[in-house]
């Protein structure tokens, strides 16, 4: 491609992936905010739950003094819990839908463009309960974040059957959900993620196309599925080209085609685009993070 990507995109990085300790709400939030608002690379930001009012409001200035763009991730507030919006014990479903709508405050108070969750997990018996809940409790995150402003929410779609095992799923479910979503709610939207679409079983074009009218915001990324002995095997978020994974350069310039030929990425309406990547034991943040803004550069010169 002989344009700039930026063109096309606003490059962004996953705060709570990239650094250690921070998905919880807690650790090094600033310090690690800073690494990133101080990079020209980026143009926008997703952080989660920041448990501490005061270190929020800071995240917040820094992100606008950065001049970039900032999303909320609310998974990590499921994935750190337990908790399920599809859960069929009504208790337990609205225990977690009141954690994302506490997240949705939070979103606001930091002007996020974007809000993201995802679904929970789900037994085969009960599948189509499970996606009434889920259809349920979108609905009413939709609801409630239109009610405060005009913020986008997005489900991300995760794997079914080998790490998250999330009810969304496989991509003519996910169709359905997006389809019956949609009709309703003009703030909602699909998060698509390239290291989860292998783990879904599912070509980039088996994956992207079927649904491409509700793709909203996308991730970067890579998996370990090969076998599960391997190290970093699952939902685990290696750096570009870790031993026996799925996504490298090729991968990633794959992905961004399909995703530029659907009309997601384009000019008129540039989206976020961002790197989930995560320091395998010992690695270095910084260093992985090198790594995810090279790959990106050969990939779209790929393109």
């Not at 690494?35 to 917040?60: C, G, L, S």
């Not at 799923?169 to 997006?178: D, N, R, S, W």
């Not at 870790?242 to 989206?271: C, M, Q, T, W």
Request: glycine share 6%; charged share 25%; with cysteine.
């Amino acid at each position: 491609m002989n344009e700039s990507m930026r063109k096309y995109m606003k490059i962004g990085m996953i705060l709570h992936m990239a650094f250690r300790g921070l998905a919880s709400g807690e650790g090094p939030t600033l310090e690690c905010l800073k690494k990133i608002v101080t990079d020209e690379y980026f143009e926008a930001v997703e952080v989660t739950w920041i448990r501490d009012p005061a270190v929020r409001k800071q995240a917040a200035d820094m992100i606008r003094c950065g001049h970039m763009e900032v999303a909320y991730g609310g998974q990590p507030r499921m994935l750190t819990t337990g908790g399920n919006i599809n859960d069929l014990d009504e208790q337990k479903r609205l225990a977690a839908l009141a954690s994302l709508k506490e997240g949705i405050d939070e979103a606001y108070e930091i002007g996020a463009s974007g809000f993201s969750f995802l679904a929970g997990s789900y037994e085969e018996a009960t599948k189509r309960q499970s996606l009434e809940s889920l259809l349920k409790s979108s609905g009413e995150l939709c609801r409630y974040a239109k009610a405060k402003g005009d913020m986008l929410v997005t489900l991300e779609v995760f794997d079914y059957d080998i790490d998250k095992r999330s009810l969304l799923g496989p991509v003519k479910l996910v169709k359905e959900y997006a389809e019956i979503m949609s009709s309703e709610f003009d703030n909602f939207g699909l998060l698509v993620d390239c290291s989860h679409i292998p783990m879904l079983h599912e070509t980039f074009e088996e994956n992207l196309i079927p649904v491409a009218p509700y793709i909203r915001h996308a991730h970067m990324g890579n998996t370990v599925i090969r076998k599960p002995a391997l190290p970093a095997y699952g939902d685990q978020h290696p750096r570009f080209g870790f031993p026996d994974s799925e996504n490298d350069v090729k991968e990633l310039a794959h992905y961004l085609k399909v995703l530029l030929e659907i009309g997601f990425l384009n000019k008129e309406n540039r989206p976020i685009v961002s790197f989930e990547v995560k320091p395998w034991k010992e690695e270095d943040s910084e260093v992985v993070i090198a790594n995810a803004k090279r790959t990106l550069n050969l990939a779209w010169d790929m393109i």
